[in-house]
């Protein structure tokens, strides 16, 4: 509840939701309007599941599966995408020590090279 109030004065301060929620209470230090805000939008959430149990079951069933499948995409990326991903740092070198990057065969015979040589973290130009 605090930390979604919180996103919401800050979406209201930066203009992504009216002006009217960004408001700090003078007496309290909080941003109240974004506080009720929270908890209206919570209460709507879970006005289904005052009728049906099956509503909630679904509505949990539903974030369950998508913290287990952000959960696993997160834990994959450390675990292997590390290994293949280099990013643009390989990118990089390559520009400092001049290869062409728009002839992707030299960027290929460079690394090439560089695995033959057991140093592929250091690209050098020969």
């Known amino acids: 509840m605090t930390s979604n109030s919180r996103m919401m004065f800050g979406f ?10 960004d408001k700090v209470d003078k007496r309290y230090r909080a941003p109240i309007r974004a506080i009720w805000l929270a908890a209206a939008l919570s209460f709507l959430l879970a006005v289904p599941s005052l009728g049906s149990t099956v509503a909630f079951s679904a509505a949990t069933s539903i974030a369950t599966i998508v913290g287990i499948v952000a959960l696993w995409t997160v834990g994959s990326w450390f675990l ?38 057991g140093d592929v973290d250091n690209l050098k130009t020969r």
């Open 12 to 21: 209201s301060r930066d203009g992504g939701l009216p002006h009217f929620f």
């Open 80 to 117: 292997w995408a590390r290994r293949w991903f280099t990013g643009p740092v390989r990118q990089i070198q390559a520009e400092q020590l001049g290869i062409d990057l728009e002839d992707p065969a030299a960027m290929e015979k460079v690394e090439m090279q560089a695995k033959l040589e």
